[in-house]
């Protein structure tokens, strides 16, 4: 399996297990991820029981950057992006191994200033759209893509926000933001019901006693209340309230 992952993540076998600029994603359904890496211009697709990699396919010869994956579990179409200034969009199906649309966005992603301008994915599977959070000298900002890999929207746009994530339960994009702790302000959780901006709610998150770090990553479950972490603490938070319900 090493073997396999290398090839994978590396594009070559002939090195020790390296996970640098690895992207996976899971397919709960049909128990698969969905791998790939910084020097390789493929995805794999893994069958997490066995361990073994089923098959590959290439979303084209350039690729050869880390990417970003985000997986529709109801149309079963994986999203790539490449993460590098020249960026670009890929709707494809792992199933058949095809790609169904492929653009270059480098022009609406714009310069970073950094080679990773593409901070984090998710996909909204009811209206299959892909929202993208690019950080780059003007701020940050979330663009909306719809199936024909069409730009047609960007929301919160200045708002600090550090990590997506897709609530299906609730139907709503999840955005947590990450100000520096030195301006004195506190986390966020920004709710947006079908990914409308106009909808939104917030909620500001109380740090656990000690805590230095603002949250780097967050999951949720079907109840609303979040489950973060930051350096040496993992705590659930009510999503209501923002308050710690454990630590």
Not at 87 to 96: G, H, I, V
Not at 141 to 161: A, H, K, M, P
Not at 200 to 222: D, K
């Given at each position: ?9 590396l ?23 969905y ?7 493929v995805v794999?697709?893994?069958d ?9 396919y ?11 994956l ?7 179409q ?13 709707l ?23 080679s ?10 009811l209206?299959?759209?892909?929202y ?7 701020g ?23 990590t ?34 106009s ?22 479950n ?9 350096g040496?603490?993992v705590?659930k ?6 308050n710690?319900?454990?630590?």
């Amino acid at each position: 399996w090493d073997f396999e992952l290398n090839e994978l993540v590396l594009g070559s076998s002939a090195n020790d297990n390296v996970l640098k600029g690895m992207s996976v994603v899971t397919d709960d359904a049909m128990n698969l991820a969905y791998v790939t890496g910084i020097m390789t211009d493929v995805v794999g697709v893994v069958d997490l029981a066995t361990r073994a990699l089923l098959r590959t396919y290439a979303l084209s010869n350039t690729t050869q950057s880390t990417k970003k994956l985000a997986f529709d579990d109801l149309s079963r179409q994986l999203w790539c992006v490449s993460n590098k200034t020249d960026c670009t969009l890929w709707l494809t199906d792992p199933d058949s191994g095809t790609v169904l649309g492929e653009r270059d966005i480098s022009s609406e992603i714009g310069s970073s200033g950094g080679s990773y301008p593409i901070q984090s994915v998710v996909v909204d599977p009811l209206r299959q759209r892909f929202y993208a959070l690019s950080n780059n000298f003007a701020g940050s900002r979330v663009l909306v893509y719809d199936s024909t890999l069409t730009l047609i929207d960007q929301i919160l746009d200045g708002i600090t926000v550090w990590t997506l994530r897709w609530d299906e339960s609730n139907d709503a994009l999840l955005a947590l933001t990450a100000p520096k702790l030195s301006s004195g302000v506190l986390p966020q959780m920004h709710r947006l019901p079908a990914g409308d901006e106009s909808s939104m709610t917030s909620v500001t998150l109380t740090l656990p006693a000690g805590a230095i770090l603002n949250p780097s990553l967050f999951t949720h479950n079907a109840s609303g209340d979040l489950f973060l972490a930051s350096g040496k603490f993992v705590w659930k938070a009510s999503g209501v309230t923002g308050n710690p319900i454990w630590v």
